[in-house]
């Protein structure tokens, strides 16, 4: 917003509400704030739908995606949103399964005895979902097998982490759902104990104790959200903003669980590396 030349206090204020993983109170939270007659919605993953219905004369910005907007009956196409909303996506060109691909193809270089791949994830989730689809084709593609280890509440952290010990999983994969992000050090310690390399998409995974984690940096979607809300606030129509698409990436690489594990990480994957964690 300041780069947009906006300063908070003088020429906005800004009403925040956070569903802390639950989406299901999204309504409840577009509600409250559609009541403060805002002049522009800013929403991060899904919330977009429910404010999208309720207030469509609303101008609305949504950022951090991980799905498709043109899917999920959003905008008529990313580069002509149309409307009253524009933001960006999560996915860069080939969509979740590129991003798997190349994710998991830097962490079999950490874990090359890589067979079972458990994954840790709502059952129910929607990026949940794509996620699994691709890794049911890249375990295909790369010679490992791909196990879900499904939560219906968050209390079920525990049994599936012990499902995938009895299964003898190689690693573990945490799915990128909120929810689990919102329990991020209940997981990490799960992780820990388990005594697996573990893998998951962005980079506050990585910080916060997995092995390693490969995506765009959700927070990078927030600041190009407040450039768009300001365009909008000077006078832009939401509707004419194309959809923009993630393109910075970051590859973080936790030494001090690689160490805590006995892996070495080959020093030709330590030079990509965006942030190492020691």
């Not at 899904?46 to 991980?66: D, H, K, M, N, T």
């Not at 060109?93 to 994954?119: A, D, N």
Request: hydrophobic share 45%; aromatic share 8%; glycine share 10%.
């Amino acid at each position: 917003m300041q780069e947009e030349g906006l300063v908070e206090g003088t020429n906005y204020s800004l009403a925040v509400r956070s569903v802390e993983g639950d989406f299901n109170r999204a309504p409840q939270f577009v509600r409250e704030l559609g009541a403060l007659n805002p002049r522009v919605f800013v929403t991060m993953g899904f919330g977009a739908g429910p404010a999208q219905r309720s207030f469509p004369e609303i101008p609305l910005v949504f950022c951090s995606v991980a799905a498709d907007p043109i899917a999920l009956g959003w905008v008529e196409s990313y580069a002509h949103p149309g409307g009253m909303i524009t933001g960006n996506v999560m996915n860069a060109v080939g969509g979740e399964e590129s991003m798997t691909q190349k994710r998991i193809g830097f962490f079999k270089q950490l874990v090359p005895s890589l067979t079972r791949l458990g994954m840790i994830a709502p059952v129910n989730g929607i990026l949940a979902i794509k996620e699994k689809e691709a890794l049911q084709k890249v375990s295909a593609q790369m010679d490992f097998e791909f196990v879900l280890y499904g939560l219906k509440t968050i209390d079920d952290l525990e049994s599936a982490f012990a499902a995938g010990l009895r299964d003898e999983v190689s690693a573990f994969y945490i799915s990128g759902e909120p929810v689990l992000a919102v329990n991020i050090l209940r997981v990490v310690s799960l992780v820990t104990a388990s005594g697996k390399p573990s893998v998951g998409p962005y980079p506050d995974w990585g910080r916060a104790g997995l092995l390693m984690s490969y995506a765009n940096d959700p927070l990078d979607g927030v600041r190009h959200a407040g450039i768009y809300t300001g365009k909008i606030l000077h006078g832009a129509k939401p509707g004419d903003l194309p959809i923009e698409q993630a393109s910075k990436f970051a590859l973080v690489i936790n030494l001090k669980t690689a160490k805590t594990l006995g892996i070495v990480v080959p020093p030709t994957l330590l030079a990509l590396a965006d942030e190492v964690i020691e």
